[in-house]
């Protein structure tokens, strides 16, 4: 038969053509089956699918979605029972009769007996006291025992507050009200009732001061030893002929290397502060951290005012192309430390770490007294000298801000008069504190100069520290004061920057 395709014969063609309809006719016409259509090499009629077949898909998507239904269900229930069902038939099996006992079972005297023999029991003291510091509305714990355990409490906290707190005037009330809350909380003596182990609930979360100062001391003695940066050596002598003050810079020891190379180029600067229009500077020594210098330096002042005065040497590591790298510094604030000049004597001093040259703010004096028996501190502003100059016309208006401190906080401040157009401006006024003896270890006074400015904030010339926590002259000055009671006691004090202040003890200006 592909012979007859092949032969393109137009009758032939035509003939193929209509049994080719006739074999994809639909049913196929009577006498015509699959077998002759294949003889012929044409497609047998393609069967039409059956309803069957669509039945049969329906009917598997209705179990389908019947096998979810019923997975969800069960899973809803299996959540109910754990979630509802369970702790529902718990709390009916742990709520028996010997939990909640009737009211003649706590009237009898035998029961009344045996719950004070298990009040007067430590451990058993102990566990409900830290039963009824959980939760005061347990309904594990009876409210007959509660009451009991309230009542025991409140009796040895009547009785140490009687025993153990003194009489206070009325001027500390209004002190101990600004005092931080842990100050006045004091924890309930039990006397021998209570082991150690008892006590550990009531002392979770309390904050230990002794602690944390014998860590900050430690950091403090860290910290001042890496603020080190060497030695320097120079001597001072006094010409009583020609009035001038001979600095000797002679040499430095163990300094830091500044360049990439392991060395530094140091050179010194000199000033005799409070006048820094004065400048002296050495040569500059290459590639050494031990330089030699051995040079003189002349400065012409008159021998009543070297006590005013007071030396500054700064250190700086020299580079051709960039700014120069300070080393640290040096301040000498009393020139006859080592003796009264008439020779010449050598000074060694540890070089302390700086990143820019100090600036002179001026200093204050300040006398301190306290009268214990009537927990009175008194402070009186003598004078300031030397304050920097904060307007353009270079004077200041200056004045005197005094803040208690306690643990951080600002409790109390109080302000002198203004002195206007002046930095040496003289106050002698008087700026009271009540504070009760056994706080005196708790508090320190900022004081701070500040300027006056008539239109926009009040500026500030610098800040000194007195108390226990403060450092250097400040703490002497605090414990002389505690140490000579009913007697003034005077010093000067340099004033420093605000972000030292900050460092020192982060207190709230």
């Given at each position: 038969?592909?012979?007859v395709?092949?032969t393109?014969e137009p ?18 016409p ?9 003889s012929?090499e ?5 069967r ?14 209705t ?7 019923v ?6 229930l299996?959540?109910?029972?754990k ?14 009769s010997?939990a ?6 706590l ?7 045996n719950?004070?023999?298990?009040l007067?029991?430590?451990?058993t003291l102990?566990f409900?006291?830290a ?7 347990s ?12 009542e025991?409490i ?28 842990q100050?006045?909380v004091?924890s309930?003596?039990?006397g021998?009732e209570l ?11 309390r ?25 320097i050596?120079?001597?001072l ?16 020891f ?6 990439f190379c392991?060395s ?8 005799l ?10 040569r500059?020594h290459?590639?050494?951290l031990?330089p ?15 006590a005013?005065r ?5 250190v700086?590591d020299?580079?051709r ?12 604030d009393?020139?006859?430390e ?5 020779q010449e ?17 001026g ?8 009268l214990?028996t009537?927990?009175?501190l008194t ?35 109080k ?8 930095l040496?401006?003289?106050y002698?006024e ?5 504070i ?7 508090v320190?006074?900022?004081?701070s ?8 904030h ?26 000579y ?5 005077a010093?000067w004090?340099?004033l420093?920057e ?7 003890g982060?207190?709230?200006?």
């Amino acid at each position: 038969m592909s012979g007859v395709w092949e032969t393109g014969e137009p009758r032939c063609q035509a003939a193929l053509a209509v049994l080719a309809s006739l074999c994809r006719a639909r049913p196929p016409p009577l006498g015509l089956d699959v077998e002759t259509c294949r003889s012929f090499e044409l497609e047998p009629p393609e069967r039409s699918p059956s309803a069957a077949d669509a039945g049969t898909s329906v009917s598997l998507l209705t179990v389908v979605v019947i096998v979810c239904g019923v997975a969800l269900v069960a899973v809803f229930l299996f959540l109910f029972w754990k979630l509802c069902w369970m702790p529902w038939r718990n709390k009916e099996a742990s709520s028996p009769s010997s939990a909640n006992p009737s009211p003649e079972a706590l009237q009898s005297p035998s029961s009344r007996g045996n719950m004070a023999d298990k009040l007067k029991d430590p451990n058993t003291l102990g566990f409900l006291e830290a039963a009824v510091k959980i939760s005061h509305t347990s309904p594990d714990i009876p409210a007959e025992v509660q009451r009991s355990v309230k009542e025991h409490i409140m009796h040895h906290t009547r009785l140490q507050r009687q025993t153990t707190e003194p009489a206070s005037s009325t001027r500390h009330t209004s002190f101990k009200r600004h005092l931080p809350r842990q100050m006045h909380v004091s924890s309930v003596d039990y006397g021998n009732e209570l082991p150690p182990a008892a006590e550990q609930p009531t002392s979770i979360g309390r904050i230990k001061p002794e602690l944390y100062k014998q860590k900050s001391v430690e950091g403090d003695d860290a910290q001042t030893e890496a603020k080190t940066c060497g030695k320097i050596n120079f001597s001072l002598r006094y010409d009583y002929e020609n009035e001038t003050l001979i600095v000797r810079v002679l040499k430095a020891f163990d300094l830091p290397a500044k360049d990439f190379c392991g060395s530094s180029d140091p050179y010194v600067k000199i000033y005799l502060l409070p006048d820094r229009k004065c400048k002296l500077q050495t040569r500059v020594h290459r590639k050494t951290l031990n330089p030699t210098f051995d040079e003189n330096f002349h400065f012409p002042v008159p021998y009543e005012e070297l006590a005013d005065r007071k030396l500054h040497l700064s250190v700086f590591d020299f580079d051709r192309f960039s700014r120069h790298d300070m080393i640290g510094e040096v301040i000498l604030d009393n020139l006859f430390e080592a003796s009264d000049l008439s020779q010449e004597t050598s000074i060694w001093k540890d070089i302390q770490y700086a990143t820019s040259e100090s600036v002179d703010l001026g200093e204050i004096m300040f006398s301190l007294c306290y009268l214990p028996t009537a927990g009175r501190l008194t402070l009186t502003v003598i004078k300031c000298r030397n304050l920097k100059a904060m307007d353009i016309t270079g004077y200041s208006d200056p004045y005197v801000k005094v803040s208690l401190l306690c643990d951080g906080r600002r409790l109390k401040k109080k302000k002198t008069t203004i002195k206007k157009n002046t930095l040496n401006p003289v106050y002698n006024e008087a700026i009271i504190f009540d504070i009760p003896p056994e706080n005196m270890d708790q508090v320190s006074l900022l004081i701070s100069v500040m300027d006056y400015d008539r239109v926009g904030h009040n500026e500030i010339i610098g800040v000194c520290r007195v108390g226990i926590s403060a450092e250097g002259l400040g703490r002497d000055h605090w414990n002389e004061m505690l140490a000579y009671p009913r007697k003034p006691i005077a010093h000067w004090h340099s004033l420093a920057e605000v972000k030292k202040s900050f460092r020192e003890g982060n207190p709230r200006l």
